[in-house]
């Protein structure tokens, strides 16, 4: 099965744009993805769902701020124009028939 | 917009079985895939299984021997037990919804945080 690797810390300023991966394993470099985001205490909330070929899908009521590319075996989630409550832990999931798999998460610091 | 809300005991003791009704409001529960992800304090998450709203199901292999996930049309809930628990079972636990096996998750409940101690 699939194996998702994501650092577990970035930080970026304040206005700025952050870009964060979430690497597939080998041998599943083509597969989709799902990028969530969990602000601190609450529960997670669905991001967008993102393609080998870098195509994506936001969920409802997403602010352009967030997008999604791929290279290879990468999935990025970029944000731009942080903004404080974007300060958060980001997961990536994918799948394949029978299970689900998540990323171990990056902490993500506004600065 | 579909609502889910995750209910069921807040401690469980070590040994017993943890039970959690997931109630989905807003939305049929026919037509999707249901499923339970759980979080330990402090750390990442975890897929636990999925149901599809006909009954077919796949578990986690690493807790496949402990659960059973199911569902009930009639009242638009579906429902997970977890048997033999201990304190490694100690976590908030999401009910959330995909819509086919090509598809991530898209909707998630709050989270109820279950306790497994004496």
């Known amino acids: 099965q699939p194996v998702l690797t994501q650092s577990s810390s970035a930080s970026a300023s304040l206005g700025s744009s952050v870009k964060l991966t979430c690497t597939l394993s080998?041998?599943?470099?083509?597969?989709?993805i799902a990028w969530h985001q969990q602000q601190p205490g609450k529960a997670p909330r669905y991001l967008m769902k993102?393609?080998?070929?870098?195509?994506?899908n936001k969920g409802s009521g997403l602010p352009d701020r967030f997008s999604g590319s791929s290279s290879g075996a990468d999935r990025y989630l970029t944000i731009s124009n942080l903004q404080s409550e974007d300060e958060a832990d980001y997961y990536c999931e994918t799948w394949d028939s029978n299970t689900r798999v998540f990323g171990g998460g990056t902490k993500l610091t506004v600065l | 917009q579909v609502q889910l809300q995750e209910s069921g005991p807040g401690l469980v003791k070590p040994s017993e079985t943890l039970s959690l009704t997931c109630t989905v409001s807003g939305d049929s529960i026919g037509g999707y895939y249901w499923t339970w992800i759980r979080q330990p304090p402090g750390k990442g998450l975890e897929w636990i299984g999925h149901i599809y709203y006909t009954g077919t199901t796949n578990y986690n292999p690493s807790l496949k021997s402990r659960v059973t996930i199911s569902v009930d049309t009639s009242k638009n809930h579906f429902s997970l037990k977890l048997s033999s628990v201990t304190a490694a079972d100690t976590a908030v636990y999401y009910c959330?919804?995909?819509?086919?096996?090509?598809?991530?998750?898209?909707?998630w409940g709050q989270g109820t945080l279950v306790t497994v101690s004496s």
């Open positions: 959330a919804r995909f819509y086919t096996l090509i598809d991530g998750i898209d909707s």
């Open positions: 993102l393609e080998g070929s870098g195509s994506y």
């Open positions: 080998s041998g599943h470099s083509g597969y989709i």
